[in-house]
């Protein structure tokens, strides 16, 4: 079950870690939420033997989705104490990337969003979902995952191209 | 490109630290999966509601008794109290 488990994240790790980093703007946050998302995957893997891929990481995305957007979850148990410190091979973070004041300042603007909109951002600049995959993960409707993706960019372009929407006013 | 996209694509995730798959196999390895075989309750630990709810069904099963006639009281009123003696009243033979 671990081998499988393993393969999963092989293939599927980045993007979860990568859309809960999107959403929450935290590298441990996203760390835990990418944990929690693959630990209930597992409870519930006996039920997931016949389905493909595609539907594994449709609903590994809604969970992470759904973990990232409600905020009593974010409060849930840390794992790290079940495991013993080793020494992370990977660079540090602060070496390993030096993020540049423009990037900053569209995490934050991203951050401001509200969520479902932040989610419906997310999943279509980051993680390069269709309106329709968007909505499934979203579990709403094609037309309501458009709206909230406009409405997220009209607000990102006000805040991150005010200059820009001020001159075609 | 619009100048959106520019933005947005600067603004990369960082890569997963090395450290995390180990970490999440491992808090794995003490889960417990939700409809694993060895997690569900045996069927004997669900007994006590099950005998709870027979006594329950018995209870509510049962008729109503329908409340008793009094035969006396109609007969005196309609003027029979003498055939109602005669009938239900005690043989001659045994008062005697």
């Keep these: 079950m671990s081998a499988a488990l393993s ?5 599927h790790l980045n993007r979860i870690h990568g ?11 996203a760390e835990d939420i990418a944990q929690e998302t693959f630990l209930r995957f597992w409870q519930a893997a006996p039920g997931w033997k016949e389905a493909g891929d595609a539907t594994i990481l449709t609903w590994l995305r809604r969970v992470a989705t759904r973990l990232c957007i409600d905020e009593k979850r974010r409060m849930r148990p840390v794992y790290t104490d079940l495991v013993p410190e080793k020494t992370d091979p990977a660079p540090r973070a602060d070496i390993e990337i030096v993020r540049s004041e423009t990037a900053e300042r569209v995490q934050s603007a991203i951050l401001d969003l509200p969520e479902r909109q932040r989610a419906a951002l997310v999943l279509s ?7 329709k995959d968007g909505a499934a993960v979203m579990r709403i409707k094609e ?11 009209a607000t990102l372009k006000l805040n991150l191209l005010p200059e820009k929407e001020s001159l075609r006013q | 490109m619009t100048d959106l996209d520019t933005l947005l694509d600067q603004n990369t995730a960082p890569t997963v630290r090395g450290s995390l798959p ?5 808090a794995a390895e003490t889960a417990q999966p939700a409809n694993d075989v060895s997690s569900r309750r045996p069927w004997w630990s669900l007994g006590g509601i099950a005998a709870m709810a027979i006594m329950a069904t018995i209870f509510f099963i049962q008729p109503t008794p329908e409340p008793t006639t009094d035969w006396v009281q109609i007969a005196d009123g309609s003027g029979f109290t003498e055939l109602y003696e005669w009938v239900e009243g005690p043989d001659e033979g045994e008062a005697s």
């Design chain 1, 7 to 11: 393969t999963l994240m092989d293939r």
């Design chain 1, 19 to 29: 859309l809960a980093w999107n959403m929450t703007g935290d590298r441990s946050q």
């Design chain 1, 125 to 131: 600049y980051y993680q390069h979902l269709s309106q």
């Design chain 1, 143 to 153: 037309k309501a995952f458009e709206s909230l993706l406009s409405r997220a960019k």
């Design chain 2, 22 to 26: 180990a970490r999440i196999l491992a």
